[in-house]
């Protein structure tokens, strides 16, 4: 089985149709959180995802649409966003929204999926191998993969190790599930922060027990022309364009 996994897409459907044909043929689709927030697209976002066979996790921007979350914690452009957004989400995609869950049973015995960290699945950013080594002791498979920081990223924790190390996802280069544990960021779909302004994902290959981060290029102008046409705040247009 191959199974596709997106984490951040953030509204941007021409991100994620090229990501879908990029990937190739598979039969599942992860997502981990943050469908919506930010783009210009939610609702065919959305409605792309669920024509698929699709396991989806939520993410904060997702809970702010919905009121969730409190949007004071929020930026102002992120706030904007959001609350465009909500104006903008059928009945039908707000509930299907609200009934994304916050975690989800261990996937093929083997996985943990979360949009922010096993300890806080929500908000907690796992950008530093501190952060990383202490959320280890928070979920109990070997891999554990997650989004939220829009970085692509694996840390790997040997068993009995006081530390984990962080190393950045190369593209292309299958990951083999180790005797060490790890923690996977494919990235973001919509909305890198990398500095590299293509489309991440990855792919995880069951009958080869690899998973590979994958980058695509996709039209950023048409995704910033959408955004222009629908008022969303300029820094948010600005930053597709730098990958940050
Ligand atoms: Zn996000």
């Given at each position: 089985m191959r199974i596709l996994i997106v984490s951040?897409?953030?509204?941007n459907l021409i991100a994620l149709n090229t990501v879908i044909e990029a990937a190739g043929s598979f039969d599942r689709i992860w997502c981990l959180g943050d469908v919506v927030g930010y783009g210009p697209e939610p609702n065919a976002c959305i409605e792309t995802l669920r024509a698929y066979d699709l396991l989806c996790i939520a993410g904060n921007h997702d809970w702010a649409v919905l009121d969730k979350l409190d949007l004071e914690e929020f930026n102002p452009d992120a706030r904007g966003a959001a609350l465009w957004t909500r104006n903008q989400l059928s009945v039908n995609n707000l509930d299907w929204l609200h009934a994304l869950p916050e975690r989800v049973a261990p996937q093929l015995d083997k996985f943990t999926l979360v949009h922010g960290s096993p300890r806080y699945p929500i908000w907690e950013y796992v950008l530093t191998p501190a952060v990383a080594r202490l959320n280890f002791d928070h979920f109990d498979t070997p891999v554990c993969l997650m989004g939220h920081t829009h970085v692509p990223v694996v840390y790997r924790h040997a068993p009995g190790a006081r530390t984990a190390l962080a190393e950045p996802l190369v593209e292309n280069a299958p990951l083999t599930f180790g005797p060490e544990r790890m923690m996977i960021n494919p990235g973001s779909v919509g909305q890198p922060r990398d500095g590299d302004n293509r489309a991440a994902f990855a792919v995880l290959d069951t009958e080869t027990a690899t998973l590979t981060p994958h980058r695509v290029a996709y039209d950023i102008g048409a995704t910033q022309a959408k955004m222009e046409q629908a008022g969303l705040p300029l820094r948010l247009i600005a930053r597709l364009s730098y990958g940050w």
């Open positions: 951040d897409i953030h509204a």
